[in-house]
């Protein structure tokens, strides 16, 4: 059974970079059919979707997002990562990362636990 | 930028019918797939491609997508179907995966 799971640090300080890690087990990042994204959700509110990567490094963003984000992958550790610079309070969000068969028509099958990451000085 | 958009609440006795819609533009020309998330907990996938259900999700959810408005059903309600559900569809005009606004079901 393929799992997802978040880790970084709960407490950010505006204007800094928030960094998160999604760790893969039960299956690998590199298969071909499989493409990883990031999803938010503020406090009380609903959900946004953050960017999306294939193994092969090809990226694809929120437009609202794109110049603060960046999403990379390391295959040899089975993990992807976000990261979203200049983070102000309106980036506190719990992040979940995600996997969906292929980029585009198909949903997000499985999901991590999810991470609350809190901006705050 | 595309826009979904849901019902804030819905509320059902046990044993009765829930529909939530999910009104876009065209957006039967789209799949769409639905979430249910609990309190404290990530969203699961419940219902995919307008009314497919993953292996484990009860029959009692069905979907549906026609013309402007999407429909999850959840019949027979149970005090467990309590929480919030989303709807999703992938924008290919503008490369962007949207969630609609959320709608919380209420088992009275």
């Known amino acids: 059974q393929l799992q997802v799971q978040e880790s970084g640090p709960g407490l950010v300080k505006p204007s800094e970079t928030l960094s998160l890690t999604c760790t893969v087990s039960?299956?690998?990042?590199?298969?071909?059919?499989?493409?990883w994204g990031w999803i938010r959700q503020p406090p009380g509110k609903g959900l946004e979707w953050i960017g999306s990567i294939y193994y092969s490094g090809s990226t694809y963003y929120n437009p609202s997002l794109k110049s603060r984000v960046t999403i990379s992958v390391d295959t040899s550790k089975n993990q992807f990562s976000l990261k979203l610079s200049s983070v102000t309070a309106a980036d506190t969000a719990v992040y979940y990362c995600?996997?969906?068969?292929?980029?585009?028509?198909?949903?997000?099958?499985?999901w991590g636990q999810g991470t609350l990451v809190t901006v705050s000085s | 930028s595309y826009v979904l958009t849901q019902p804030p609440s819905v509320s059902v006795a046990p044993g009765q019918t829930a529909r939530i819609t999910c009104g876009g533009n065209n957006i039967g020309s789209k799949s769409v797939h639905w979430y249910q998330q609990k309190p404290g907990q990530a969203p699961v996938l419940v219902v995919y491609d307008d009314s497919d259900r993953p292996s484990g999700i009860p029959e009692r959810f069905s979907g549906s997508n026609s013309g402007n408005t999407a429909t999850l059903t959840i019949s027979r309600v149970e005090a467990g179907d309590e929480a919030d559900y989303y709807c999703?569809?992938?924008?290919?005009?503008?490369?962007?995966?949207?969630f609609g606004t959320g709608t919380k079901v209420t088992v009275l």
């Open positions: 999703q569809v992938w924008d290919s005009s503008s490369d962007l995966y949207v």
């Open positions: 039960g299956g690998s990042i590199s298969s071909s059919t499989d493409y």
């Open positions: 995600a996997r969906t068969l292929d980029y585009g028509e198909p949903p997000f099958h499985y």
